[in-house]
């Protein structure tokens, strides 16, 4: 009938068409993530995933398998575990539930855990302001984080910094 705003008689506001959907509860949003653990038994290695990975790339998997051999002496094969967040699974998507699920996760590894990459190392809580090379010590853990595999991979020098701390720290527990 082109009637756009209805008014009550005698007011002088529109009046606002009742709404049918009740209040939405707000719910705590936590961060986004995807980090894949192996889990080589003497180290373990942490790097980020992107959220459409479904498993860790065949050439990041290949380096990491060559610096369990570097380490180990020999191949092995690791224990992959991957944590996607947020995780359909759990109730809380909270940032709080996401450290404690990858606090859980770390706490199944090895003493020594490698973490490539700056996208991996700020989800670790008590990983603050990481720096490649930085060596820290998390839940009774020795930490090393590295730049990215795919940073470390462009060139020589990223391997020979790579293999550098590696041997600084080579008292592996």
Not at 71 to 79: T, Y
Not at 144 to 173: H, M, V
């Amino acid at each position: 009938m082109g009637i756009d705003v209805w008014t009550l008689r005698g007011a002088s506001t529109p009046c606002a068409p009742q709404s049918a959907q009740p209040a939405r509860e707000e719910v705590a949003v936590g961060p986004e993530f995807h980090l894949c653990f192996l889990n080589y038994r003497s180290f373990a290695i942490c790097l980020s995933l992107d959220q459409n990975e479904k498993v860790i790339s065949v050439s990041a998997r290949a380096f990491c398998d060559d610096v369990a051999l570097a380490l180990n002496g020999s191949a092995v094969n690791p224990g992959i575990n991957n944590l996607r967040w947020p995780n359909r699974a759990a109730e809380d998507h909270s940032a709080k539930a996401a450290d404690s699920a990858v606090l859980q996760r770390i706490n199944a590894l090895p003493g020594l855990m490698l973490i490539f990459g700056q996208t991996a190392a700020s989800v670790i809580p008590g990983v603050l302001d990481p720096v490649p090379g930085q060596v820290l010590e998390l839940n009774g853990r020795q930490v090393l984080l590295f730049n990215a595999i795919d940073e470390l991979c462009q060139g020589a020098s990223g391997k020979r910094t790579l293999w550098q701390i590696l041997q600084r720290y080579g008292k592996f527990p």
